[in-house]
């Protein structure tokens, strides 16, 4: 089955600091979205990646998935305290319906 | 706007007790699911709908069943509920083969319950 991995687990920075989130995949994959949560609540659609090399961006969010299709990113440029939250990597491998996630990563924004 | 709602954001219940969680989407989705999220081990797939009566067991089945008689409904059943299925519940819906045709998979507020 498909295992997904993400780093750093937990990530606190300055406001206005940019920051990187990986998302590192076991096998190949089909499709890569990626969610931020906030504690105690559902996740937040941000992107969804299919192409290898491709990069999305939104707002101050962009994110790539590596030619390889093994990797994404999620990079953040001038954090601010609404960036906070978990952010979540979900992926599709073989199978159409079932969506895997990374653990996620708490990311914590000081004023 | 699109809408995933899940009928109760907290729920306490005692052990032995039938639970049912429901989830009701209006994007005239075909498939649904439902996923429980707990510190550590990050969100597991417990069962997943693609069809009207259709449904597949997810990587944690156990304990757990689920029924869909209309489109837009995805109920989630605890048969006999025990503590260690105390978690967040989280129920998502999607068009068509999701992952693979790049449709996006729209998840609701979640629902918080306590097996006492």
């Known amino acids: 089955s498909q295992e997904l991995e993400q780093s750093p687990q937990s990530l606190i920075v300055q406001e206005g600091k940019n920051l990187t989130i990986n998302c590192t995949s076991s096998k190949t994959l089909y499709g890569l979205y990626w969610y931020k949560q906030k504690y105690g609540e559902g996740l937040i659609f941000l992107m969804m990646l299919q192409k290898g090399g491709e990069e999305k961006s939104h707002e101050k969010i962009t994110a790539k998935l590596d030619e390889k299709k093994q990797q994404s990113s999620l990079h953040i440029t001038a954090s601010q305290p609404s960036h906070a939250g978990i952010y979540l990597c979900?992926?599709?491998?073989?199978?159409?319906?079932?969506?895997?996630f990374g653990k996620g990563t708490l990311l914590t924004v000081n004023p | 706007d699109v809408k995933v709602t899940q009928s109760s954001r907290y729920l306490v219940k005692r052990t032995g007790e039938k639970v049912f969680l429901e989830c009701v989407q209006d994007m005239d989705h075909e498939n649904m699911f439902w996923y429980r999220q707990d510190p550590g081990l990050g969100l597991r797939l417990i069962y997943f709908?693609?069809?009207?009566?259709?449904?597949e067991k997810g990587d944690i089945p156990e304990g757990y069943s689920v029924s869909r008689e209309k489109k837009e409904r995805f109920s989630l059943i605890l048969e006999s509920a025990s503590t260690n299925q105390t978690s967040m519940y989280l129920c998502a819906s999607t068009s068509d083969s999701g992952g693979l045709s790049g449709n996006t998979i729209y998840f609701g507020e979640g629902s918080w319950l306590t097996v006492v």
């Open positions: 979900g992926a599709a491998g073989g199978s159409n319906y079932k969506l895997t």
């Open positions: 709908s693609y069809d009207v009566k259709m449904k």
